[in-house]
């Protein structure tokens, strides 16, 4: 079991920085495109809203609606009054504990 | 690193902090999940890219092997990938700086730096050279205190921090969601996201995304 993590450890670390280093070492002529910046700009937007989806309303691999929806809830309102992204964050955290401690 | 314009630095410093606190569950979850304090603070300092971290001791911990920890990982570690294409030409570094440039390429320190842009290019190296810092800092501090402390902690849930992330993602995303092919995006890939969670392993329901804004970059480019 110590060996399966162990691999698991130094597995992810060299993957996860050869991955960030390959990124940043893509000649720039590929980038000159007009077509792939769009793109390039386009693909944080898809993979955050997707990770806000997944880590809101899932729990491994089924769809789990609870407290953390009415901190997302929070969020939103948060976000659209304009709110500094602590606030953002706190009040999510925030209404998010409320409801599970205390419904 | 020159004089420090004050909003950027105010934003990359709140970002690093909110962000970085929740290293406490991941060393909290890592040690629960049978890590040693070791293995979690080398996951944070090695690693430094907490979905691919809660992916990795996620599943292990859960019996999974080291390949299959490794391969959600790496899957949710692509898009650092993109994100360093995006940085490059931004940073424009070699040699040692791009490697350490490299490390603190993360969702925080993209982030920071692109809502920046009105600011000017020099905003924007400030703000991903101050957030990824700032949140390696916090990060790996915060993880050690959840690793030492996971017992005495008791549920994330409790403490709203399962909630905090998805909110710190929605702040992040929320500014760049300008035209009304962004904002159809974003609701596209939540709810491809969502609907393939059930049918596909961890991980390829927030890869698979990335297609739909290839596909949808193509479409508006018309």
Redesign the interface.
């Given at each position: 079991?110590?060996?399966?993590?162990?691999?698991?450890?130094?597995?992810?670390?060299v993957?996860?920085?050869a991955?960030?280093?390959?990124?940043?070492?893509?000649p720039?002529r590929f980038?000159s495109h007009?077509?792939i910046k769009?793109?390039?700009?386009?693909?944080?937007?898809?993979?955050?809203?997707?990770?806000?989806?997944?880590?809101?309303?899932?729990t491994?691999?089924?769809?789990v609606l609870d407290?953390?929806l009415?901190?997302?809830g929070?969020?939103?309102v948060a976000?659209a009054f304009k709110a500094?992204?602590?606030i953002?964050?706190?009040?999510?955290?925030?209404?998010?504990?409320?409801v599970?401690?205390f419904l | 690193m020159s004089r420090v314009s004050s909003p950027t630095f105010r934003d990359s410093l709140s970002v690093s902090l909110t962000v970085g606190a929740y290293g406490v569950a991941f060393g909290a979850a890592a040690v629960a999940n049978g890590f040693s304090v070791l293995q979690s603070c080398l996951l944070s300092l090695l690693t430094f890219s907490g979905a691919s971290q809660f992916a990795v001791i996620g599943v292990i911990g859960s019996g999974g092997s080291a390949l299959s920890g490794i391969a959600t990982a790496s899957l949710l570690g692509t898009r650092n990938g993109l994100y360093g294409v995006l940085m490059a030409p931004i940073l424009k570094v070699r040699g040692f700086k791009r490697v350490v440039a490299a490390h603190i390429t993360i969702d925080e320190s993209t982030g920071v730096s692109l809502s920046q842009e009105s600011r000017g290019l020099q905003a924007m190296r400030e703000g991903f050279w101050l957030t990824g810092f700032g949140v390696f800092i916090f990060w790996n501090l915060f993880t050690l205190a959840g690793a030492l402390g996971a017992k005495a902690m008791g549920d994330p849930s409790a403490w709203g921090l399962d909630a905090a992330v998805p909110a710190a993602f929605l702040g992040l995303v929320w500014p760049r969601l300008k035209s009304s092919t962004d904002k159809t995006l974003a609701i596209l890939a939540a709810a491809f996201a969502i609907a393939t969670t059930p049918f596909l392993p961890a991980g390829l329901p927030i890869i698979g995304t990335a297609l739909i804004a290839v596909i949808v970059g193509l479409r508006s480019a018309k």
């Open positions: 079991m110590s060996d399966t993590m162990w691999i698991g450890v130094i597995g992810t670390s993957i996860a920085f991955l960030k280093f390959t990124g940043h070492s893509v720039e980038l007009p077509l769009r793109v390039n700009l386009l693909i944080p937007i898809a993979l955050l809203s997707a990770l806000v989806a997944v880590q809101s309303v899932t491994k691999n089924t769809i407290h953390r009415a901190g997302l929070a969020a939103i976000l500094s992204f602590p953002v964050v706190l009040g999510a955290a925030i209404t998010s504990a409320a599970y401690n | -």
